[in-house]
């Protein structure tokens, strides 16, 4: 038999959870509250081996809180007189919060989160008794709040583990995910295609990831709190990174498609300056980077043997231009976040960052989760009213927070039964603690002794990634009932009512999703595309600011992380194919943001038409209308014949050639007037 082990990490984890939940439970029943176990509860929910996450937790944990309290406080009294009203405000007001939550993917949609189903959890228990409702209300409050308080202090005082490490692990690895590429790009071109398309999609995926994680810096423990600002900038610069990569990768691939092979001079000139853009921390002087520059723009007044080509080698410089500033940036930034944490000044930020307003939302899906939400909780409410169930409101509660909790994830039904079957698990441990161990524990020492052993081990378990769904579902089975009983009175029956109560609602959470809310991978993939398209429609339609094509590249690098796990990876040449075409997109948006921004060098009326002519393209695209954009190659030509004629700015050119390979890579190199 396999000895079990644990890492020093999940066992310091687990001691710090368990101190902070028994210092939680103390004060509570030393302040006489009338629910100790919810502060216990609750230091657990808000624990993270990470004391920064812990804070932010507790923080957006306590908003929520107050809120669904908020909502309690006003829909109570209102609606006691109908009960049936009372349930169906309550569903809606956790189908608005999770619909606010899941629209809001950064650490602040835990507020929405538990404003929602904190609403439930008391507000259905005083459907039958709302003269309560207040002195209820306010005991939760105090209760989760003073297991926030403790859970934040033993965190953030003992052994404290700050974000540091992680989010400078994840930053450096996205930083090497752009330097492998340009290393395929600039260095002998002979890399492994499939190993360069899962560089692409963990840059993708690092990227989004970085974000998300960089929501939590203001409340790390350490110097790191100093350096939001370049962290969010070095967000905006990787985002920009990518398409400027992916721009320079198709550009080489056309002009050796033109010339039988890329010119020499132009390989000449990548070889003797791809070691100019070292990686961060490497001391290369700035003197080289301006070299690498200068030879790059170069490289648009070479020999070029038709119109086609010459526009291609405009456009290449332009980008590797823009390659050297963008590196530049992410190397300076580096330098300024090693210092903040040094304990240096950070330098002012004259632009503001773009930070999660990039990141993809889907509103229909969210939607469909909230209608998944009211629907579950309104059956349970309908079951509990039907038959007079005395625990009919804790399956109610249960199915909000079954339908609130796994509410990110194309197919929850699987997560919720495994979830369901934890709690049958804890079943047993439940009716041991509430009516064995509870009445013999004399002092409050003797009971944290009896309660060590279950939850020291659970607390491991959930450290670890692999276990801790079943670890939560066994860890709230014993604490939920330790925190809904009235441990004082609570007997046989009525233990297992309410914890029958609880996993039908599971159940039924389960089943209601099953039939509304349970999508495949291929219908997400496709409403990634879809919003691709619709995000196309709407840059081509209307100028934008500057920022647009860095707010479009963080959108479209977020999609293409969600869409990685979604295209079955080992499905070979049709994975690669949905990466190819998704960064086709990501490079064509950034090209009609450039246009939008270069319009005044170009001709009004004729730039005015393509762009116009695309936007409803990319509409009918989205409504899955048949493929009908063969009118927009002549227009491009025209426009880029007249660009390379009247000496238009080169981003400009080099945003028509972009285009022109993007929707029609198939085309020849001949440019019709």
């Not at 396999?2 to 028994?22: T, V």
């Not at 029943?29 to 629910?35: I, K, N, T, V, Y």
């Not at 450096?172 to 752009?178: E, K, T």
Request: hydrophobic share 55%.
């Amino acid at each position: 038999m396999q000895r079990i082990r644990f890492s020093r990490q999940e066992m310091l984890f687990s001691l710090k959870s368990f101190a902070g939940a028994m210092l939680a439970l103390y004060l509570a029943c030393r302040a006489g509250l009338p629910r100790p176990f919810w502060a216990f509860m609750t230091a657990y929910i808000v624990a993270h081996p990470l004391a920064g996450q812990v804070r932010s937790k507790a923080l957006h944990r306590f908003v929520g809180t107050v809120l669904g309290c908020a909502a309690t406080v006003v829909l109570v009294p209102a609606l006691s007189a109908a009960p049936e009203l009372l349930t169906l405000a309550l569903a809606l007001w956790t189908g608005l919060c999770l619909y606010l939550s899941l629209l809001d993917r950064s650490a602040r949609s835990y507020v929405f989160l538990l404003a929602g189903y904190s609403a439930t959890l008391i507000g259905f228990p005083l459907v039958e008794a709302p003269a309560a409702m207040f002195d209820t209300a306010v005991a939760r409050v105090q209760e989760i709040g003073l297991g926030i308080l403790c859970a934040s202090l033993v965190h953030g005082l003992v052994l404290p583990a700050s974000l540091a490490p992680s989010l400078l692990a994840l930053m450096d690895r996205a930083l090497g995910d752009a330097r492998r590429w340009m290393n395929d790009l600039l260095g002998d071109g002979h890399a492994d295609g499939m190993r360069m398309a899962a560089d692409r999609q963990r840059l993708a995926l690092d990227i989004t990831q970085l974000r998300l994680l960089s929501t939590h810096v203001p409340f790390d423990t350490g110097n790191l709190r100093w350096t939001a600002g370049a962290i969010r900038a070095m967000q905006d610069r990787l985002s920009a990174l990518a398409p400027t990569l992916s721009a320079i990768e198709d550009r080489l691939e056309a002009l050796k498609a033109a010339e039988g092979e890329v010119p020499e001079d132009i390989v000449s000139a990548l070889e003797r300056h791809a070691g100019s853009m070292a990686p961060p921390g490497a001391g290369q002087p700035a003197a080289s980077m301006d070299e690498a520059r200068a030879a790059f723009q170069a490289l648009a007044d070479g020999p070029a043997a038709s119109p086609w080509i010459r526009a291609l080698r405009i456009d290449l410089a332009v980008r590797l231009e823009e390659l050297v500033f963008e590196w530049r940036a992410c190397v300076g930034l580096r330098a300024d976040i090693d210092a903040g944490l040094a304990g240096g000044a950070m330098p002012p930020r004259r632009s503001a960052a773009l930070g999660q307003k990039v990141l993809h939302r889907d509103r229909g899906l969210a939607l469909r989760s909230a209608a998944t939400a009211v629907l579950a909780t309104c059956a349970c409410c309908a079951a509990w009213i039907a038959t007079a169930w005395p625990s009919g409101s804790a399956a109610a509660m249960s199915a909000a927070v079954f339908s609130s909790f796994f509410a990110t994830m194309d197919d929850p039904v699987p997560a919720m039964h495994k979830f369901v079957v934890a709690l049958l698990w804890s079943l047993p441990v439940s009716v041991f603690c509430v009516l064995v161990v509870m009445p013999l524990a004399r002092d409050f020492g003797m009971l944290a002794l009896c309660i060590a052993p279950f939850f020291l081990l659970v607390g491991c378990y959930i450290a670890r990634p692999a276990s801790s769904l079943a670890a939560l579902g066994l860890f709230f089975g014993v604490a939920g009932t330790l925190a809904l009983q009235d441990t004082a009175s609570a007997d046989l029956p009525s233990l297992l009512n309410s914890n029958l109560a609880l996993i039908l609602g599971g159940v039924a959470a389960a089943r209601v999703t099953a039939l509304v809310r349970s999508v495949g991978s291929d219908w997400s993939a496709r409403r990634l595309r879809r919003a691709t398209s619709l995000d196309l429609a709407e840059l081509a339609a209307r100028p934008r600011g500057a920022s647009a094509r860095d707010a479009y590249a963080g959108r479209m690098l977020d999609r293409i992380a969600l869409l990685a796990p979604r295209t079955a990876p080992g499905a070979g040449e049709e994975a690669r194919a949905h990466a190819r075409l998704a960064l086709r997109e990501l490079r064509t948006g950034a090209d009609i943001a450039t246009l939008q921004q270069w319009r005044r060098c170009l001709p009004a009326g004729a730039l005015g038409r393509l762009l116009a002519d695309s936007a409803r393209v990319f509409r009918a695209r989205a409504a899955g209308a048949p493929r009908r954009d063969e009118p927009l190659l002549p227009q491009i030509d025209r426009l880029l014949l007249d660009a390379l004629h009247g000496g238009a700015a080169p981003p400009a050119i080099a945003a028509l050639v972009g285009l022109r390979r993007n929707l029609f890579p198939a085309a020849d190199g001949t440019l019709h007037p």
